[in-house]
Antibody
Framework: EVQLVEAGGGLEQPGRSLRLSCAAS????????MHWVRQAPGKGLEWVSG????????GYADSVKGRFTISRDNAKNSVYLQMNSLRAEDTALYFC????????????????WGQGTLVTVSS | DIQMTQSPSSLSASVGDRVTITCRAS??????LNWYQHKPGKAPKVLIS???SLRSGVPSRFSGSGAGTLFTLTISSLQPEDFATYYC?????????FGPGTKLDIK
């Protein structure tokens, strides 16, 4: 059974940093692309970032480009989201999601999701 | 970036009704279009991939169609468990993008 467990959320001040992690199990991690998706309070789903199986193809939403960095450690079956220069509008529940293939786009859908970790940015 | 829009933004319907949700892409995305169902407090769930492929375990009352820039999700006979928010999402190119969602509630 696929399991994705996010961690690292919490309350942080604007301008500060947080690092989210997602521990994966139940599948061959380095065969699949991984993604982060967020949902701000009362809002819809927003794709944040994703990377291919070998980190060779990485993408970011315009809203986070230049501030967030996605990475993965295939030896640890984990994907990370380094969030710098946090803003109030980054407040959201952050989901880790597994791609259906090793690529980050194309014939890809998000087939397994974690329960999310809550990030609150406020002074 | 490819922008996705959905209509309607909300919809009230009754059990047994047939409902259709429309999704439009700002440019052609071939059939790189997925549909998700999201209920409060739960993880989103993929229903349809590649515009019309029903994912394993998803009831056959759900169907998808379309190509290019216009897509639809149809629920042929609403069941109580179908009341949720539905999102389309393009995977044609990075950044991946979701539509704004369609909230389906009970009339």
């Amino acid at each position: 059974e696929v399991q994705l467990v996010e961690a690292g959320g919490g309350l942080e001040q604007p301008g500060r940093s947080l690092r989210l992690s997602c521990a994966a199990s139940g599948f061959t991690f380095d065969d699949y692309g991984m993604h982060w998706v967020r949902q701000a309070p009362g809002k819809g789903l927003e794709w944040v970032s994703g990377l291919s199986w070998n980190s060779g193809n990485i993408g970011y939403a315009d809203s986070v480009k230049g501030r967030f960095t996605i990475s993965r450690d295939n030896a640890k079956n984990s994907v990370y989201l380094q969030m710098n220069s946090l803003r109030a509008e980054d407040t959201a529940l952050y989901f880790c999601a597994k791609g259906s293939t090793g690529y980050s786009y194309g014939s890809v859908y998000l087939d397994s999701w974690g329960q999310g970790t809550l990030v609150t940015v406020s002074s | 970036d490819i922008q996705m829009t959905q209509s309607p933004s909300s919809l009230s319907a009754s059990v047994g009704d047939r409902v259709t949700i429309t999704c439009r892409a700002s440019q052609s995305i071939d059939t790189y279009l997925n549909w998700y169902q999201h209920k409060p407090g739960k993880a989103p769930k993929v229903l349809i991939s590649a515009a019309y492929s029903l994912r394993s375990g998803v009831p056959s009352r759900f169907s998808g169609s379309g190509a290019g820039t216009l897509f639809t999700l149809t629920i042929s006979s609403l069941q109580p468990e179908d009341f949720a928010t539905y999102y389309c999402q393009q995977s044609y190119s990075l950044p991946l993008t979701f539509g704004p969602g369609t909230k389906l509630d009970i009339k």
